[in-house]
């Protein structure tokens, strides 16, 4: 069996991880730590975890990381994941990242929004963790930039469309709304329930640090600089991502080509679901699941091509992305952990 650690298992992407890591045949879960809870057991912090999970947390201490797992998942904050990422890779461990701190191509991008990379040297060996687009990198990496969960949902549906040049890269509208433990499990008087309960708002308009992560991918697709309007949306739903996305379509190009372009690009793929002509994506059907469900329509009236993608925020936007690579890395099936189907209500 792997042995996996997860780092920083008490916030809710970790919570996410160690929930699916107890379901998979192939992995034993070793280590969780936690700073704030170290001592505690596992299952007080997340009861619904009773008799599933009997571990304690550890301390983030690298040396009790690296005596007891094979793969180490960082669910840390931004900015933390870096300080522990070059003891791991020197210990011969594999690593998949959920934070922003390896994502990144570009330093510049990256300390713009973030803060100076103290090991940027690693940046460049980092597999950017978006199995679907770049799986057969994923599979000799040591140290994955697992995507965030807004690119995740915009990149799936748009890059193999840039790629065809089938929509013109400088009209992209992203428009997306997420649930709210996409802000993390920190309370906040933003995440407070009576300021999110029947409360719907955008928010960081013009300066989301989801933008330029978005836009590096986007641009390394269509090998020239993309610009992006991108506006994030909270709403009041515990998890749950929807994304509607619009561009202009590229002359001569109609709504039967966008579907062979996605057809082709996704066949095969075991967690892209593509919907039927007058059918559109909604969060439940993915809940609790890795699948991304994209829809689309041509717009009659303006031509502009409108696509839809839904994801679980917590899965394929974090957690489940991060086993799937996991998987790839480790030659085992890809869907191993992750083929649980979502409730019908």
Not at 100 to 125: G, I, T
Not at 186 to 201: I, L, R, W, Y
Request: contains cysteine; proline residues 6%.
């Amino acid at each position: 069996m792997l042995r996996a650690a997860v780092i920083g298992a008490s916030g809710y992407a970790g919570a996410e991880l160690v929930r699916i890591l107890t379901g998979h045949s192939r992995v034993s879960l070793s280590v969780v730590t936690s700073r704030q809870y170290a001592g505690v057991a596992y299952d007080s912090i997340y009861p619904a975890l009773s008799g599933v999970v009997g571990l304690n947390c550890d301390d983030n201490d690298p040396a009790t990381v690296c005596d007891n797992s094979d793969v180490v998942f960082l669910a840390l904050p931004h900015k933390v994941s870096m300080g522990m990422v070059p003891a791991l890779l020197d210990a011969g461990k594999r690593v998949v990242d959920l934070s922003a701190d390896f994502r990144f191509k570009s330093r510049d991008a990256y300390e713009a929004h973030y803060q100076p990379h103290s090991c940027a040297h690693l940046m460049e060996r980092s597999v950017y963790g978006l199995c679907e687009r770049y799986g057969s990198q994923v599979v000799s990496a040591d140290l994955i930039g697992n995507p965030g969960c807004y690119p995740t949902s915009v990149l799936l549906p748009l890059l193999p469309l840039i790629e065809e040049k089938l929509v013109d890269p400088a009209t992209i509208i992203a428009d997306c709304k997420s649930g709210v433990s996409g802000a993390g499990r920190g309370a906040s008087q933003t995440t407070h329930f009576c300021h999110v309960n029947e409360s719907f708002k955008a928010y960081k308009v013009g300066g989301h640090r989801h933008t330029p992560e978005i836009e590096e991918q986007l641009s390394r697709c269509a090998g020239v600089p993309v610009k992006i309007t991108f506006v994030p949306h909270l709403v009041p739903m515990t998890r749950g991502m929807e994304s509607t996305v619009y561009a202009t379509l590229s002359p001569g190009v109609d709504d039967g080509r966008i579907r062979q372009c996605l057809e082709s690009a996704y066949r095969g793929t075991p967690f892209i679901r593509l919907m039927p002509r007058g059918r559109f994506p909604d969060t439940l059907h993915v809940r609790g699941t890795n699948f991304c469900d994209i829809g689309w329509v041509v717009d009659p009236g303006s031509g502009r091509l409108i696509l839809m993608s839904v994801i679980d925020n917590l899965v394929k936007g974090a957690a489940g992305q991060a086993v799937q690579n996991m998987n790839l890395m480790f030659g085992f099936d890809e869907t191993t952990g992750l083929d649980g189907v979502a409730y019908p209500l």
